[in-house]
């Protein structure tokens, strides 16, 4: 046990470390924050669908030779949220084929391009890192790591700043506009804040397990809770700890990142479920 | 002058006209029930009325002072809110979320507000309960706190009692009377049941191929509504 302490402490005093790990938390909170909307609302699949075109931006300006990408994938991903979120109940094709149809056209035009155009040696290994996130994390710049703490920052201050504006739209849409609460604009405003937190969690998990960040501790907090404020907070500390505990282990055993936090996270929801029994079996 | 009035309206959707020619008014603390068979356009016609889609034609009115975002709602459940993790007090408050603008939490009146529709619905003791724990009739009971938070002069109702049994059916319709006769709140409510329409309601309105407007003493007389209530029988 000491011995892993020590090792640990080694690997704290490097700055990539301690990056990842700050990053690593504050995406885990972001994504937690708004996974409960996107649960709730039955866009569950949402993460997986803009990561997706992230991932098919990433591939254009890759192959177009950008060298910064981001602004290119975040502006691509936010006008496909936007598009997604927007469709509602009333639109000929149905916000989960939509999600799935932009998803899978995204990967496989992505994927289409950089098989074509890339100048890369080790193609399967660059898509592969993009998909599952793989070691980008820890091969974060001080720049990029102040990026993410000023985005996160922003995310989580919209949240509590419009949360009781977000629950009103995410429990009942119709009523909400009807008494007068632009339902239009806080739409919106949740596909925006989407969109960043999913091109932001590519670096820490990769495009195919985003997912799990969104769905995973929304889901365990709701076995348990039964308000919407106690979900909401306890999915944001069920998600900081299993993406702390999954950060620590993949360092010290040296397991990929990303489903190292997603198995973390499997096993968070499994000991949950117990709970809500539990607790359930207690009441009833 | 009437709270809300509807001149030559025409409603559909995609284009295609649903009604057309609906003319009628609703002064303040009628209780009037809006009747038709399924597809006639009576949800259309309450969305319409709460802004939430443009009429084909024609123009919704308000007046006495009454704002668009005054006007209560008691929606059809969806799906979402069947297995939503809220308690009863989230969601009563989240009525007042109109009055707020762009302030982001509720303020001592507002709390005040939804403590006081929450115990004039019988549900003080259920505040911190789950909202999908609830029955039927106590959920909508919650939803009708809810849509008292966002009003006091006017509520719409879209079939209320929808999948109720007889019992909170009966409850629920003797609150909506209650809250138009003694709180003096106009109701408008879409509703399936013509027995409980013609027992509660003091104007009729009728929409299908024809439209009907006016008091339930002149629908009763209308050759119109007596063909339909035989038809009712027969059909039930």
């Known amino acids: 046990m000491a011995e892993l302490f020590d090792k640990l402490s080694l690997y704290l005093q490097y700055p990539f470390v301690r990056y990842a790990l700050i990053v690593g938390v504050l995406i885990a909170l972001c994504s937690s924050l708004l996974g409960v909307t996107l649960v709730l609302k039955r866009f569950s699949f949402i993460g997986d669908g803009l990561s997706h075109v992230a991932f098919g931006a990433m591939a254009v300006g890759a192959v177009v030779g950008l060298t910064n990408e981001m602004p290119l994938v975040l502006a691509v991903t936010v006008i496909s949220a936007v598009l997604l979120l927007r469709t509602g109940q009333n639109t000929r094709i149905k916000g989960d084929a939509a999600v799935a149809m932009i998803s899978v056209g995204a990967l496989a035009i992505g994927y289409l391009l950089m098989n074509l155009f890339s100048k890369s040696s080790n193609l399967s290994g660059d898509v592969c890192s993009t998909l599952f996130g793989s070691t980008s994390i820890l091969t974060l710049s001080q720049a990029e790591v102040w990026l993410c703490v000023a985005l996160s920052v922003l995310v989580a201050a919209v949240f509590v700043f419009f949360y009781n504006k977000i629950f009103s739209v995410t429990f009942d849409e119709a009523f909400a506009r009807a008494t007068g609460i632009r339902a239009g604009l806080y739409n919106l405003l949740i596909a925006i804040v989407t969109a960043v937190i999913i091109v932001l969690a590519m670096n820490l998990v990769g495009s195919l397990l985003i997912s799990a960040l969104v769905i995973f501790p929304a889901l365990s907090a709701m076995r348990v809770f039964k308000n919407f404020k106690a979900v909401t907070v306890c999915s944001a500390l069920f998600s900081v700890t299993c993406a702390l505990i999954g950060l620590l282990t993949a360092i010290l055993a040296g397991t990929p990142v990303g489903s190292t936090i997603v198995a973390v996270d499997i096993l968070g929801f499994l000991i949950f479920c117990l709970i809500g029994r539990v607790k359930g079996g207690i009441k009833a | ?236």
Not at chain 2, 101 to 123: C, H, Q, S, T, V
Not at chain 2, 187 to 201: F, G, N, P, S
């Open chain 2, 1 to 236: 002058m009437a709270l809300l009035t509807c001149h030559d309206l025409a409603l559909g959707y995609e284009g295609q006209q649903i009604v057309q020619g609906l003319n009628f008014s609703v002064k303040a603390g009628d209780y009037l029930c809006i009747i038709g068979e399924n597809g006639s356009g009576k949800t259309t016609l309450m969305k319409t009325l709460l802004g939430l889609q443009a009429p084909l034609g024609g123009k919704v009115l308000t007046g006495d002072g009454l704002r668009h975002s005054e006007i209560g709602y008691l929606p059809q459940q969806t799906l979402v809110q069947r297995d939503f993790p809220a308690s009863v007090w989230e969601i009563v408050l989240s009525g007042c979320g109109g009055r707020t603008g762009l302030r982001p939490f509720y303020n001592k009146d507002e709390k005040a507000l939804a403590k006081r529709n929450i115990e004039k619905m019988g549900l003080a003791k259920l505040t911190r309960r789950c909202y999908r724990e609830l029955s039927g009739g106590q959920q909508q009971r919650v939803l009708l706190a809810r849509a008292l938070c966002a009003t006091r002069k006017m509520i719409l109702l879209d079939e209320p009692v929808a999948g109720l049994d007889p019992k909170a059916m009966n409850e629920l319709y003797e609150l909506i009377l209650s809250l138009n006769r003694e709180d003096g709140i106009t109701v408008v409510m879409i509703t399936h049941d013509i027995e409980a329409a013609l027992r509660c309601a003091d104007h009729i309105l009728h929409i299908g191929r024809e439209v009907f407007f006016g008091t339930k003493d002149e629908y009763l007389q209308s050759a119109f509504a007596q063909s339909f209530l035989k038809g009712g029988e027969g059909n039930g």
